[in-house]
């Protein structure tokens, strides 16, 4: 057992003679023996006390791991003869036992070993690690990366067998004792190939890694010696691998988005595969562990061991060692630090021998300055070496290599090279590369390699005049002074971009933006600073969208860099030195600038400086783009102003912006300016009492001095700012609700429906905006509607002040409004839509409508009572169509098209029988009529007055088919309106016949199809034709007046063949009138209706036979009645006469010539240019001839 224990298993011999002599030594009764296994308590318990001193040696000798010092063997075999006794009690460690297989290379057994604790459950750390590595198993000089990062001694290039590359690649089967070891010959062809592709591969690699690294040494070295002071560059591969280390470190610290916008960035590289670096090194700790180990030199990794605490004897297995067994280990711990003390000594000493030769060097260099002057040199490394701070000092592991070199005492110098190991670094940092190269620092110049010449300095000089170098203008002392600090390379930007700026294509200066916002943020000096924001705000004469996006975004930088004190002081004065520039482009840019710099201001400045600047470009700039942007970033100044006392000013400049002539500007004012100012004012508490009341008040002056005539477009621009500021009070009403505080947001809240607020004019009227979100906007509404539903206004002061104060008002407002004023109806239409459809369907029934119908008063009991339009005047205003139209129409259900049709037909049916005015029933037409959606209840409500029983209604509904023919679609004017038309023209009343004519000749004008034409021509022939009609003169009134209103519009058949022979007889009936009062109405109309016929186009037999002789009839009977009129139609007969001789004479055939066709028109504006100054008043007539005469 002394033999057998004195043994190293680990250093057994292969032979055959050794396999016996074990065999021999085991029993013979074919018990199983204990000491047989490799984890045998019996078989390692004496060989664990040499292995733990010859690992100890191994670990601690500073020769290497081939060394063992003297003591530390004698140590060894002490402990080995001492420990007969305890060999039943010493284990060995299994992760020894792994280490020193890995150490001495036996991988195989190694293999094994791995392969039995896996599948016992019991995986070793260090053998996983070492075979999940290919870089172990790579054909490689020097030691493998995973024994070297183990601490294991140095090895040769492991020889691949077969195509094992990492363990799991391995195929147990194949390679087991009892498995077929034949492989498929194409198999085999394949895992060579495959081998020979990882080999290539591995090549190419470590190729391309000596390549970059030897090319990026040879240039450093270039730039070191020309220019000391340079930095050293980062290799590709150093950036490949620093990049995989970040987005580790990204990864593993969820910064997901950050990773991903780092891994775009860098496209050309496989975060996922560190082999993609390129680098024939394993990969590198994380950086958490390199920062963490950055300030403290790196040592080897410690052999570890395992110790169980507390645990029983028969639970150790092969992990536990004895307490003789660290007794041996200290005492071989004690010796190796003898020996490193010793080590230390040496040290000590060789560090002052080195102290002293380095000031001794460091003399000579000082004596030498005065030979060369050039800038100083600085350390690559952050700490300086000096002679008191040399690296080496006890126990850190430092080397210094000093070296000199002596020439000629008069020109050589002495210079140390300070060598760092690929090992050895400063403690506190680092190095970044093995071998990277530390540079001296000093007062003293850098010194050049002088030739071993005679020459003399002055020949030396002449001789280097010959060398082209111009260091005597600007441009020669910029290129000979390099930068040597940040400061002085933004000192250099500065002197040399005014230079460079005016020579740069104006199309490519938006290149140099960066460039000059950068020297302008780092600058020192703040007239430079000023001179390059000035050179930004001209750097392009007149700079598109484009580039002035450009610019804002460089100015928006500027300003988050340097903070608002410098922005006030530096970018606003070059906006105010632009202000008044000649190009509109420049102005746009300051406009713009003066929005996209408010965040980044002081908030003075914001409410005064900035808002005077505004106003005055606001009121003076005459370009329409400048006002534009004037008022988008008068917008953005009004979400930032906090000062109260400016409302005022801001209320101001609403005004003014309103006003602006310009479309684009006002279109500004509404999707930016307002909702901005509102915002504001909510805030303030201001929106219902003063910024409403305020432009109330302004629209009822409006009125109120309308009787002198009504400035529409003023009332248009204050109801269009009350109908932008619509969204912001129902916000406000929301948000001061009672419900306001139990608006909670819950998942089951149903989404708002689309149609629930008119489509906003830009993002700011929008509520959900407002609020905060459409979530949030969907629980108020639901509890709005709850509210109103089952509590109503009570205690809810921002509705009620609509309900009270607000709509009241309104109303009253609508009421004094003129109805025939087409688009003051529209505009108030409008608003009272937008403002029902954000309050919603119950606010509208239960507070809106109650409130016109109390003014309109129509009720069951007074419809169709004379009297009650007549006391009611209400129903002539403008109420009734601003109400039907703004009001009844927000909602489309049939409950709320029934309550529009009962409201048309009650009015129509008061306004018939009360003899009131219509305008404002055609008013509502006119207004409905123009959406196709209410064709068909228009057509119903006219349909209701076609079967009335009264006469006047009946009349009424023939006039409105006129104002709803002209948008109806042609077939419902072929079966809708026509057919009732007809049964109208067959009333026995003639008033109601004669109402149509006007519907008929509108027809007439704006419907093509032939068969329908045929109709109402037939229609319009039997009222002009039928005897019972001769003497009806209202109905010769009405056609004459329709043939001239239609004429000119209506088809040319049915002008020649049909208006101008009628109105030719009718002329000539006219001249056998005895009526004097009669005969001159029929010949006043027949008179407009000519002068409107002569601008159309008369063939020349219509002209003799009808246009003519009419013309003669008339001018008859203004000879007797009106001979004011008898001069014009003279001279109309004149030229249609010398026009029928003009095409005589050029042209037989009938068409007509050129000079022909310039007469015709030289008659017709002479023509035109009389018939524009009469009007139909007779003695206006009168007074106009005479003044020609």
Known sequence: MAATGSVNPFNLSDSEEEDEAEAERRPDDGAPVRGSGPLSPQADSEPSAALLLLSSSNRTSPSGAEGISVSAAAAAGTAAAAAPGASAETRVSVDSIAAQLLRDQYVLTALELHTELLEAGREL??????????????RQSGTPPACKDQGLGPGGPLNRAGSISTLDSLDFARYSDDGNRESDE??????????????????????????????????????????????????????????????????????????????????????????????????????????????????????????????????????????????????????????????????????QSLAEQIQRLQSDIQALKNNVSVPPAFWAAPGNLRPDRVPGSPGNGQYLDVRGTRGRDDDLTHYPTLNSNTDCAPPATPPTRPHAKLKYQGTGPVRFDQPNRKLSPAFHQALLSFCRMSADSRLGIEVSRIADSEESVMLMLGRCLPHIVPNVLLAKREELIPLILCTACLHPEPKERDQLLHILFNLIK???????????????????????????????????????????????????????????????????????????MLSEDKADMVREAVVKSLGIIMGYIDDPDKYTQGFELVLLSLGDPSERVVCAIHQVFIPAFAAWTSELGKLQSQLFPSLLSRIERLLKDGDRGLDEHKLHMFLSA?????????????????????????????????TRFPRPASP???????????????????????????????????????????????IEIVGRINVASSTCVHEFSRFFWRLCRTFGKIFTNTKVKPQFQEILRLS???????????????????????????????????????LLVGFLEDVMTTLSLSHAPLDSLKASFVELGANPAYHELLLTVLWYGVVHTSALVRCTSARMFELLVKGVNETLVAQRVAPALITLSSDPEISVRISTIPAFGTIMETVTQKELLERVKMQLASFLEDPQYQDQHSLHMEIIKTFGRVGPNAEPRFRDEFVLPHLHKLALGN??????????????????????????????????????????????????????HEVILSSMIKECEQKLENKNMQEPHGSVSIAASLVGEDAKTKFLNKMGQLTTSGAMLANVFQRKK
């Open 722 to 754: 009350l109908q932008s500021l619509i969204p912001a009070l129902f916000s406000v009403v929301l948000q001061n609700s009672p419900f306001s505080s139990r608006a909670k947001l819950q998942s089951d809240i149903p989404p708002i429906e689309v």
């Open 764 to 810: 700011l009227q929008d509520v959900a905006m407002v609020v905060g979100s459409r979530e949030q906007l969907a629980v108020l509404l639901q509890l709005y509607d709850q509210q109103l539903e089952h509590q109503g206004t009570t205690g809810w002061d921002t509705l009620l002040w609509v309900v009270n104060q607000l709509l009241p008002q309104l």
């Open 186 to 351: 194409r198999v085999a062809v394949l895992e060579f190939e495959l081998r020979k592709a990882k080999e290539t591969i591995q090549a190419l690699r470590a190729n391309l890694t000596q390549a970059a690294e030897s090319e990026v040494i040879s240039q450093e070295r270039k730039n070191l010696k020309s220019s000391p002071e340079i930095q050293e560059p980062i290799r590709s591969l150093e950036k490949r691998a620093l990049n995989f280390l970040v987005n580790e470190y990204l990864l593993k610290n969820n910064y997901k988005l950050s990773s991903i916008t780092f891994s775009d960035e860098n496209d050309d590289q496989d975060f996922e595969l560190w082999d993609d670096v390129g680098l024939n090194i394993p990969k590198p700790p994380d950086l958490l562990h390199l920062y963490r180990n950055c300030g403290t030199s790196l040592t080897p990794p410690k052999e570890t061991v395992d110790i169980g605490v507390g645990v029983e004897a028969e639970e150790l297995l092969g992990n536990s060692i004895t307490q003789e067994t660290l007794q041996n280990a200290e005492l071989v711990q004690s010796a190796v630090v003898q020996d490193l003390e010793q080590q230390i000594s040496q040290l000590n000493s060789e560090k």
């Open 1071 to 1124: 001249n056998m009138q005895t009526a004097d009062p009669k005969r001159l109405d029929v010949a006043t109309q027949l008179f407009e209706a000519y002068s409107a016929l002569s601008c159309c186009f008369i063939s020349e037999d219509v002209m003799v036979n009808h246009f003519l002789p009419g013309l003669k009839c008339l001018r008859t009977d203004m000879e007797h009645l009106s001979p004011e």
């Open 125 to 138: 750390p260090r053998l996983r690690d070492y075979f999940s590595n290919p870089g172990n198993f790579e």
């Open 860 to 898: 069951e009991e007074n419809v169709g009572e004379s009297h009650t339009a007549a006391g009611n005047g209400i129903l002539t205003k403008a109420t009734v169509p601003i109400y039907a139209t703004g009001v009844l129409t927000c909602y489309n259900q049939e409950e709320d098209r029934k």
């Open 542 to 616: 007149r700079p598109d969208d484009e580039q002035r996006q450009m610019i804002l975004t460089g100015c928006v930088a500027f300003a988050r860099h340097v903070g608002p004190t410098r922005v006030e002081a530096e970018l606003l004065p070059q906006c105010w030195e632009q202000i008044n520039h000649k190009y509109p482009e420049r102005r746009l840019l300051v406009a713009e600038s003066c929005g996209a710099l408010a965040p980044y201001l002081p908030k003075e400045i914001r409410s005064s400086l900035v808002l005077s600047m505004l106003q005055q």
